[in-house]
């Protein structure tokens, strides 16, 4: 009964901040890694940031130097800060926490909407 809770999305102006936070629950064992993804409509879902192990971390060219991926000292929660944002950012976004390469858990998803 693994949950993934995402929360913090929500409407913003260009170039405004907001941190996304995602929390999961329910696993013996630790999630190895822990990563945002997005999806705008009629587009497809791409990977946004990514948090491994110990702390490597992976980015999108899109939003290198304006997103931070980071986590929590329990490893179990997972946050994303978002500076200067940009309309095109605007998406739902999924929070998919991974105990191995043959098991991960989806959040819900929570809206960015960046907009005048």
């Known amino acids: 009964q693994v949950q993934v809770v995402e929360s913090g999305g929500g409407l913003v102006q260009p170039g405004g901040s907001l941190r996304l936070s995602c929390a999961a629950s329910?696993?013996?064992?630790?999630?190895?890694?822990m990563g945002w993804y997005r999806q705008a409509p009629g587009k497809q879902r791409e990977l946004v940031a990514i948090?491994?192990?110990?702390?490597?971390?992976n980015y999108a060219d899109s939003v290198k130097g304006r997103f931070t991926i980071s986590r929590d000292n329990a490893k179990n929660t997972v946050y994303l800060q978002m500076n200067s944002l940009k309309p095109e950012d605007t998406a739902v976004y999924y929070c998919?926490?991974?105990?191995?390469?043959?098991?991960?858990?989806w959040g819900q998803g929570t809206q960015v909407t960046v907009s005048s």
């Open positions: 998919n926490a991974q105990l191995n390469s043959k098991t991960d858990y």
């Open positions: 329910g696993s013996l064992f630790r999630f190895y890694t």
């Open positions: 948090i491994i192990g110990a702390g490597n971390t």
